[in-house]
């Protein structure tokens, strides 16, 4: 053990003394004040003991009740209630000096040494411990022992002596009649440990030490803070005087005479000496409502991007579109009792509705059901063909003669060859796990009717991905290393070529697809796989006629895909294969960004459970949209899987939203109306302002951690905060745009100010120069009670309690197979096909 | 005289306050004192014998004895004053702390607890049961970020509000398991 003290403390008085009566072995190291020992502590502490096991203790009697405990005494109930009477009522006197509206106690020893030792004050000092002194001495009065607590010394003597010590030897210091409290003083001070102590500590008789310890104490919590280093983590950024006055200086310019803002002509196709960006989202799948995840996995986040790549001035095109072919379709059809196209049309309308109410702004939101989809892929299709990149294969599969159909693996059930498990599936064994091809299967049975179904060759045709390697790796190589690519999506596309590539099958035994345009194929279409992500060619086909300007050009096109990770794969290795391939000069992708999946309240997404939010029940919930956006971007799924949580979202609506940005723009804007006539004040930037202007240009979060500070001077101050206010807005257009344009429309603030002050390098201007006119301020947001949160917990949480479920670790977007009853037919069939990896990986949101 | 009656009411606020955190405290263990009540602030105990004790760490080193769970006293000397630092660390530095002092006591608990589970030794103390009561309503209201930004106090207090039967009325507080904000910054 090790005991770290300094001269003048009467806190290293109490562990000497401690030290001393045990005589428990230890190093004694005498350091000066400021010297930090227990690193954790944000301010130096001494004494301090360092113990064998190293555990670190930095509180005196914590210390002492130590070196009692190895010097053989044990701690009594009396001792301890003395000892934490000494820290809490005679150290910081919590009970006394309570004040109604103060938030800080005084540290009552300290201060009463202050005046006492360093002002010369005894009576003062007198008065302010008067009441623990007389609670001593009644206390002791009470006694008939000789100390404290027993008929002999026990820790607490040694603590509260040492903690009394300098005022009790002055023997000038008045505070009443204390009898009982001398005596028992004169009577531990003479023991010889104490002597030594106080002799050790407190050295010389002017007890210059003990000025010296107090002038570097501060005497209360107050004091302690301003004596604290500078927190160095929340640092702003530092500065030059040149920095902070150009920055004023272009803003006090204000903007630009005649920068337009930049409008939309339909069709946007690129142009020379642009920057122009190619945005595409993944395919919803038609069948389904998307839910929240879905929405920020995707269409949010690439909506976000292009808003903002927008403001940025750039020429960008922003498409997307329902994934409509394939089984899960034709089973929706069945169980609705339509034809796949009223299916598809039916839930197209669902999806761009809600998108819609999102604000989700594409340029284009198409559907893969068209004329240029069949188009494309059979051209595509063609290509690779004639280039010997596809082959021919005999495949066997089950069909049932009932249904009239192959069957998807999902589709039957039979005795495990392995394990002889009678129900498992078409590709794998839940008994044993093993995976399994349908056709071994013993007494296979179709899921639909019941009825066995035979065994039948069929002819399809494969993509040779082997083939194709050398080309892809050649791209991928480029692609990463100059693009925006996320680790996940790296990693994903990384282990898929390492594990080494296959032929994929890239037809189906369907009727709801593109036909394969052979005659030998004429009963087949193409599998989703190989023409969803056609679907974003063909929906800028959909767009415009001059399609290939974007998608045959990618010496002027830079192009961004948004998904989530489980359809990375697709996006990064298979169908740049089908376009290398193809030879035809298409644009690949440069910029890869995939989230991670998005859980609702720690357990998954599940529409068959009723679990979660989905996107057509988000408008019922009454929050705006704008609420809704901000939120899923606050939690976006960027490292790691993440949580919707409907407590914390009413909590960041609250906090984030009403109080700071909402009252922060609404008294911004309340200041211009009220005192100044609703036109904006004379603004004569003084060296703060001008420091406050260069640190928003530099970094708008730092701004907001200041603007408490700032409030001096009425006029300045309040025309700078309406300005930031019209920046905020700016800022706030990708994520809120109607919250965005609401702030603008209530400062009468000219169009073109988001665009200028995001062009270029970015630059903070006066957007509202003296005597702009503002218009009507009102609230931006209203609070989310909890009542109302607790209310819409419910509704969303489904039926089964949430413990059942665990946090999910298979993707959040796909719905859950787990159910307690017996599934119907018709449950069966959404199940199956939403958890066929092959349908919804390509179709991604299922 | 206002004054002082405002500081009266203030006092008393205070007491029930304690009394009620006390008494939550205590449940914990398999008694209930009933013979507990509070002058001023501090709660008191009082016993058969007619002696009383005073303040809410010594109440409560005294019951968990009683209940014939010294354990959660600590294990070792050692581990028993290190204990009884974090109670003194509760009632005198994070009782009643400033706004700003807030910020300082979050920071060291979270340095402190860089590479630790409980606040002494490998086990659930009297300290990680006390602390966690004390420091409940500044967590509640941390935000995300902040809460990422004292990682570890959150990981621990995540922990122990999860530990059967010590959160009593206090609100469970929902910590999210992954990072909102990248490392390094804010």
């Known amino acids: 053990m090790k005991l770290f003290v300094t001269e003048g403390s009467p806190q290293c008085v109490k562990v000497l003394a401690a030290l001393e009566h045990t005589g428990v072995k230890c190093d004694v190291q005498l350091l000066s004040q400021e010297e930090s020992i227990v690193s954790f502590l944000s301010r130096p502490v001494l004494p301090a003991a360092l113990l064998p096991s190293g555990h670190e203790l930095f509180s005196a009697n914590a210390i002492c009740q130590y070196l009692f405990e190895v010097g053989g005494k044990e701690i009594t109930d009396a001792s301890r209630q003395l000892l934490e009477w000494e820290a809490t009522e005679l150290q910081v006197m919590i009970r006394i000096t309570v004040f109604p509206y103060c938030d800080h106690f005084p540290l009552v020893l300290l201060q009463a040494l202050h005046v006492a030792v360093l002002q010369g004050k005894r009576s003062e000092a007198g008065m302010l411990l008067k009441n623990p002194l007389s609670w001593l001495e009644q206390h002791l009065s009470g006694k008939n022992t000789s100390f404290l607590t027993a008929e002999t010394v026990e820790v607490a003597d040694i603590v509260l002596w040492a903690a009394l010590y300098c005022i009790l030897s002055d023997a000038a210091f008045e505070a009443g009649e204390l009898r009982s409290v001398r005596s028992w003083f004169e009577r531990v001070s003479q023991l010889p440990a104490c002597a030594k102590a106080a002799q050790k500590i407190l050295p010389g008789k002017e007890s210059n030490a003990l000025k010296n310890f107090l002038q570097k104490q501060p005497a209360s919590h107050a004091q302690r803070k301003e004596n604290l280093p500078s927190q160095t983590e929340d640092t702003e950024h530092v ?104 299916i598809c049309d039916k839930y197209y309308a669902v999806h761009n509705a809600i998108y819609k109410w999102f604000q989700i702004d594409f340029d284009f939101f198409g559907r893969t059901t068209t004329q240029q989809q069949t188009e494309i892929s059979q051209n595509i299709f063609f ?261 919707f949580s409907w407590v914390d979202l009413a909590l960041k609506n609250n906090s984030e939203l009403l109080n700071n940005l909402g009252n922060f723009i609404n008294r911004a804007g309340m200041f211009v109306s009220k005192f100044f006539n609703g036109c ?95 218009g009507m301020v009102q609230p931006l947001f209203q609070k989310l009670e909890s009542e109302q949160i607790e209310i819409l917990k419910k509704k969303f949480g489904g039926q089964q309690p949430e413990e059942e479920t665990p946090t999910g670790k298979g993707p959040s977007n796909k719905t859950s197979t787990t159910e307690s009853k017996p599934p119907t037919a018709a449950d069966l069939k959404a199940s199956v096909s939403a958890a066929d990896p092959r349908e919804s990986q390509t179709a991604g949101y299922s | 005289m206002k004054e002082e009656r405002q500081k009266r009411e203030h006092l008393a606020k205070q007491g029930q306050r304690a009394l009620k955190e006390a008494n939550e405290a205590f449940k914990a263990l398999p008694m209930t004192p009933s013979d507990l009540h509070s002058t001023a602030h501090v709660p008191v105990l009082q016993n058969s014998n007619g002696s009383t004790l005073a303040g809410l760490a010594t109440i409560s080193s005294h019951l968990v004895n009683k209940a014939k769970k010294k354990e959660l006293l600590g294990d070792s000397a050692e581990q028993r004053a290190v204990v009884q630092q974090w109670l003194e660390y509760r009632l005198t530095r994070l009782d009643y702390c400033s706004k700003d002092e807030v910020k300082f006591i979050l920071k060291e608990l979270n340095q402190f607890l860089v590479d630790k589970v409980y606040l002494a030794g490998n086990k659930l103390t009297l300290a990680d049961m006390l602390m966690y009561h004390g420091i409940h309503h500044i967590i509640m209201e941390l935000a995300v970020q902040q809460k990422e930004k004292y990682f570890n106090v959150t990981r621990w207090f995540d922990h122990i509000q999860h530990y059967p039967g010590l959160r009593h009325h206090l609100t469970p507080v929902i910590v999210l398991r992954n990072r909102v904000y990248p490392r390094g910054q804010h």
């Open chain 1, 239 to 342: 500065m030059t005087e040149e920095e902070i006055e150009e920055a004023a200086q272009a803003w006090s310019k204000g903007l630009p005479e005649c920068h337009e803002p930049i409008e939309r002509h339909h069709p946007v196709l690129p142009k020379e000496g642009k920057r122009n960006v190619l945005v595409t989202s993944a395919l919803p799948y038609v069948n389904n409502v998307p839910h929240l995840g879905n929405i920020i996995g995707c269409v949010l986040s690439a909506d976000v991007f292009s808003r903002y790549g927008r403001l940025r001035g750039w020429n960008l095109l922003y498409v997307c579109g329902t994934d409509e072919y394939g089984t899960a379709t034709e089973n929706k059809a069945l169980e609705e009792g339509l034809t796949p196209r009223q």
């Open chain 1, 383 to 643: 290509r690779l063909y004639e280039r010997g990149f596809l082959n021919e294969d005999i495949v066997e599969q089950l069909r049932c003669e009932n249904c009239q159909r192959f069957l998807a693996d999902r589709f039957v059930e039979g005795v495990c060859p392995n394990c002889k498990y009678p129900e498992a599936r078409g590709d794998q064994c839940d008994k044993c796990g093993r995976l399994i091809n349908a056709v071994e299967l013993k007494d296979p049975l179709c899921k639909v009717c019941g009825q066995t179904p035979v065994i039948r060759t069929s002819k399809h045709l494969f993509l040779d991905l082997p083939k194709l390697e050398a080309d892809l790796e050649k791209w991928l190589e480029k692609s990463v290393n100059t693009g925006d690519w996320t680790t996940n999506a790296k990693q994903i596309t990384r282990s898929w070529i390492r594990d080494g590539l296959k032929p994929r099958c890239i037809t189906r035994d369907l009727k709801w697809g593109t036909p394969v345009p052979l005659p030998e194929y004429s009963e087949k279409v193409f599998y989703v796989w190989f023409d969803a992500p056609i679907g974003y060619l063909s929906i800028t086909a959909n767009y415009t006629s001059e399609w290939e300007k974007w998608w045959k050009n990618p010496q002027q096109v830079e192009l961004y895909n948004f998904m989530a990770k489980d359809n990375v794969p697709f996006h990064s290795v298979v169908f740049p294969c089908s376009l290398l391939g193809a030879q035809d000069n298409y644009t690949l992708v440069n910029h890869l960004i995939a989230t991670e999946y998005l859980n609702y309240e720690d357990t998954k997404f599940s529409k068959s459970r009723g679990v979660g939010v989905f996107g057509d029940m988000a408008k019922d919930t009454g929050i705006p949209s704008d609420v809704w956006r901000f939120y899923l971007t606050y939690v976006r799924p960027e490292g790691q899987d993440s949580s």
């Open chain 1, 680 to 774: 904006v004040p004379e603004i004569v930037l003084q060296d703060e302002d001008k420091r406050l202007i260069a640190q928003v240009s530099w970094e708008l979060k730092q701004y907001i951690q200041l603007m408490d500070k700032v409030r001096k001077r009425a006029g300045t101050v309040t025309g700078v905060s309406v300005n930031v206010a019209c920046l905020l807005s700016a800022v706030l257009e990708p994520y809120m745009p109607t919250v965005s344009q609401t702030i603008r429309a209530q400062l009468q603030a000219p169009d073109n100010c988001a665009s200028a002050m995001l062009g270029a390098e970015g630059c903070f201007l006066r957007s509202l120069p003296t005597g702009h006119r503002i």
